[in-house]
């Protein structure tokens, strides 16, 4: 495949400034490219590579200092350069749309049509799968079990009972939807579960990293917003709910009952307990430890999390504690010999 | 389903204030249920909703303020939900009890009666799994592995070889039972792997989250007490021994060879270094990064871990540090000002 | 199998001291030993066990404090132990070398001699299996991976399309190799997914622990580098580079495009943020979080991670924190005290 720099500039949404004839074959990153290829510029941390990138042209923001190459000026040069991958790259969901003869399919599922279902994949009774959606080997999808359209399941993902996922919802290996929360009560030494009647509703456009757990609610259900993106490793326990557009970096993990509002980030490692709720638009910084709600559009970090600015103002100064401490101990010396002489 | 109030508050171990006739036909959470339904109040938390739930009646503790609704006095209200969630919602263990046709069984596994194995299971020479126990589909069972009885173990979990799991013991999905643990000895710049000759044992009653990995000892034994429960995503490394009765709530991580004593808790996202002891009963906060025994019946709590109370007033004093800094230096220069005039 | 303590002094790389002609038939840790054991002494914390272990024989460092027992002195006590364990314990990599029938394998793979694939395994068009590698049930292994020789992958794991694979690498049970690196460009209030068109390079003698996810490239390569070690439930973003002879302890996470440093360490729980450098043989403490580039050789803890002589300081000074703030709220009225004395 091969385009004028002229026309990509078009589809990306930039402006050329330089060689509008230059043809692009490919993209690559920064450091990875090689001539023929578009490459771009998103964090200032890569710009000394643009002196080096063989690259045929670069997608940056305009006012990017000056070089010698063809550039394509974006607003938003991340997105300009999604749209070149995008366009050069195939669509990673074209696989065949065939139900492989060793998957396990019960009488009772509905496939929609361009469904693909893998080898020893499993969908039991009751369950249904929308257009165009694709289901990789070996996963399993529980009993009366709801999937939407031009979904993409990878291997081994494990879908319990009565779970409802939207349309285009992306689920990566070894992730595990509608597991039992974990909800125990205490009849004397022993614990005794309690059932977990409730389920899981994930919305559209959702992608679920690979060995998520989301559990089922106790009663009622578990939910992700539209849009949310969640990242590997990451643990949803029973009744929590994700609102939309959210981000949550790898290996977080949040208590049950907890509501994370639209548009909230929680970076990785992080950890809220359970029954808070993290407002719209609240930044959780990696491996904070949230006690309690969060309010809108705050950023928190540390342990307990505590708003950021004052947080890092304390974790700064705790350099500084040995040291305090010695003249602590000092001053008071001082003090005690000027008491002394006073007192004489 | 129905029953009077009369009659589920004597199944549920509680007695009615108000009117005993009401008929209840199902259970549900205080913000979900609708007439007909019980629910609980349990948690302080959400005793607001007494007011707007649409439940026919709920369970409390004795002396909950005065609501007009029907209610059942209980002692342990969370248990006696469990109790009616247990009476109106059919088990979870109720799959046809049948070996499907793709299952892949040797010769020499041992199946007890009444066993259900679901599809594209695997299970090797020598493994024997009990009366009444369920593998749902893509579960691998290692050779020689014994599962007991009245077992329910979740789509997808690696069980492998040598493995003992006692009776009523859940497992979810995903979970790997019996992986390598993690030794290698020096060999010059190179790690060479140690053979992990050990085995787990599960011992009856415990549930084990979705996507948890627990490995083999090196020599010996890794066991889970009888009783225990363990949250999604908890790593359990070798030679680990938990007694009967513990809770690790996700993303918990405990180091080889660590114990944990009966009734302990470890809140999510906690650690423990290796070769330690956790003592009986004690509780290590969320988060918490545990380098040294802890005495039975003990709270800790941050990183390093300590005494609870002591944690908690050092976190409280962070906030004041900066300020502390700047009040340190302004009386070393009232000090230094004194000095002089007394110098003088 | 049996041999006398002399032989075996031979084969691990020590000598007697006592008995040589004391026949040894197995070998077991120091707490399980049996008589006919032989056992080691690697960690002083076990030196207890000295006296009442009944082992036959106990591989010790030289100058290890006398024991009425034969011993075999040895430099690297640990490294002698493996390789009695190994002398003992036949491989664990001694499956048959055939493929089940219920395995699903394209027309377009290679196999290689030898290989093993277990029941409902899965191999996709132009994957290539190296000689004597074995395949496990449940794996997936997508389109145009490469896996090389004597390799022992564990079942269920998922190896996506494009990987590469080296020489005696060790997978454990449900881990998964590039899933797509979580990479989205904001366009307005909506994630936009970034294609994920990279790919995953796993070198020679890695072994890769249960559960674990590592993330292919955005563009380029996810690299681990030659008999690098990762314990359970380890997190590799798209783009992170670590090289040789690195040590992951479970559940660590690594944020995109981070490069590990040659023997370098990360404890439990330890996370680092991406696009930093941890450098060559640096050791990163349990839980520490990481956040900005290590220096070689290294040792750093606490969050945000510092270097671990100053962290240490400051984590004991912590302890004291409550009281200095007293004390200087003392020290401030004793000073105002002088001060109105001198100005009177």
Redesign the interface.
Known sequence: MEIALKELARLVGGVVSGDESVVITG???I??AMPGDVTFLA?P?YEKFMQTTRASAVIVAPGTSGQDKPLILSD?P??S??KA??FF?PN?NNYPRVV?P?A?ISDSAKLGSEVAV???A?VEDGASIGDGTVI???V?IGRDTEIGCDCLV???V?I?EEVKIGDRV?I?????IG??G?G????G???????Q??NVVVED?V?I???V?I?R????TTRVGK?T?I???V?V?H?VVIR??C?L???V?I?GTTEIGK?ATLA??A?A?G?IKIGDGAVVA??A?V?KSVPADTMVS???A?EHG?AK??????????D??K??AE??E??AK??E??KG
């Open positions: 993209v690559a990153g450091k990875e964090h941390r938003n991340y997105l350069f999604v991958v995008e790259v990673k492989h060793s396990v893998g080898a020893c499993v990789r080997p070996g399993f990878y291997p081994n494990t319990r992306i990566h290996g070894g992730a595990v597991s039992d974990f125990f009560a205490k009849d030494d022993v614990y005794r579960k309690i059932p009647i409730g456009d992608e990293g690979a060995n757990t559990d609610a106790t009663t009622g849009g993106k990242d590997n490793l643990q326990a009744n939309e557009n981000i970096v790898a290996q993990g208590g548009g990785g490692q950890g307990v029954h990696a491996q430890g006690t540390g342990y307990p505590r004052q103002k304390i974790y700064a100064s705790l350099q500084k504690l040995p305090l401490l003249r602590v001053i008071g001082r003090l000027i008491e002489k006073l």
